[in-house]
């Protein structure tokens, strides 16, 4: 445990040298997500006594917040809810400190374990060296300390690798597939890398090679991977029943098409008569894909000042 702290020391090396956890744009929607989904929690395991009576105009339904929102909250909602609710409750028992230091530590560990697997032996040196170039080199310990998923995409695919490479007791194969299944749920494209990852492992296992996988750890792979896909769809259900309209992100695909210039002179070309709502925003000089998303640089158009009726549109355009 002494070598694991000191790895979730190095990992969490350069949030402390910034004073701070690191904060992104993105990292207020993920809050905003986390409380909200903790509040319906609280609400329904509060007995109903316990809640102050209320006039019913004071309480409107949530039709009524989806027609004046037009629905944004469904694409807002489109962050992971496992993340968000794992970000506010740490933050709220502890301060952001300990979303840090869970996230350090997670790493850490699957650093030691990996390292471990590979020397086939401890070797303390060349774990500490393992976890100062994760550090230092890679972006781990800027990860580690982001109030933001994308730590969980390097956790996933060490505790993976981890899987695959050792022979791991009951235990110890349990929490490796849970942290697969965590990671996957964390985000689309980290869901989609372990998707990849475990069917080559799938495919290396049907090969005629001295080493295979075993197949109960492609099993546990495969049910990780089915049960942060079930539980993201149940969780967008759930979104398109209270909000009345389907999950959604913002067209981050047509705002880097868009955002380099190549999506811009395409339209500019194909949308002579065309009712595409996509067109009104080729007119535009961005500076990149955030100035189309969320503005700035002086344009006149983008996604998160628009309309939501026009924010719909664009997302469904991407899609089409």
Same mark, same amino acid.
């Given at each position: ?79 992971? /809810? $496992?993340?968000? &609710? ?5 933050? %709220?028992?502890? @301060?952001?400190? +300990?979303?840090?230091? *869970?996230? #350090? ?26 976890a100062a170039v994760c550090s230092g080199v890679s972006s781990a310990g800027f990860h580690a300390g982001l ?65 295979? /996988? $075993?197949?109960? &750890? ?5 049910? %990780?991977?089915? @049960?942060?896909? +079930?539980?993201?769809? *149940?969780? #967008? ?84």
């Open positions: 445990m002494l070598l694991i702290g000191a790895c979730t020391l190095l990992l969490m090396a350069p949030a402390l040298l910034n004073g701070r956890p690191f904060l992104f744009y993105d990292s207020e929607q993920y809050f905003n997500v986390g409380e909200r989904m903790l509040e319906q929690v609280g609400e329904v395991l509060a007995p109903a006594a316990a809640a102050p009576a209320a006039p019913a105009e004071a309480a409107p339904e949530a039709g009524d917040v989806v027609a004046r929102e037009g629905g944004r909250a469904s694409f807002y909602g489109g962050r992971s /809810p $496992a993340y968000s &609710v794992f970000l506010v409750g740490l933050t %709220a028992l502890l @301060g952001m400190w +300990a979303v840090v230091l *869970a996230q #350090a530590f997670l790493g850490a560990a699957l650093i030691t374990r990996f390292v471990d697997l590979v020397l086939g032996g401890r070797s303390a040196a060349l774990v500490l060296l393992a109030m933001m998923p994308d730590m969980f995409a390097g956790i996933g695919v060490l505790a993976l690798l981890c899987l695959l490479i050792g022979a791991p007791r009951l235990l110890e194969h349990a929490v490796l597939a849970g942290l697969v299944f965590v990671a996957a749920t964390t985000h689309q494209s980290t869901l989609g890398l372990l998707v990849v990852l475990t069917l080559s492992a799938g495919l290396l296992g049907l090969a005629p090679l001295s080493w295979k /996988p $075993a197949r109960g &750890v492609i099993a546990s792979l495969a049910a %990780a991977i089915v @049960g942060a896909v +079930a539980l993201n769809s *149940a969780y #967008a259900a759930m979104v398109e029943r209270i909000t009345g309209h389907q999950l959604g992100s913002a067209p981050y695909l047509t705002a880097r098409l868009i955002g380099d210039g190549t999506g811009a002179r395409y339209l500019r070309e194909r949308c002579a008569g065309s009712t595409l709502v996509t067109c009104a925003f080729a007119t535009d000089n961005y500076h990149d894909h955030n100035d189309f998303l969320w503005g700035g640089s002086g344009a006149a158009h983008n996604f998160v000042s628009a309309p939501p009726e026009v924010q719909r549109a664009l997302a469904e355009e991407q899609a089409h």
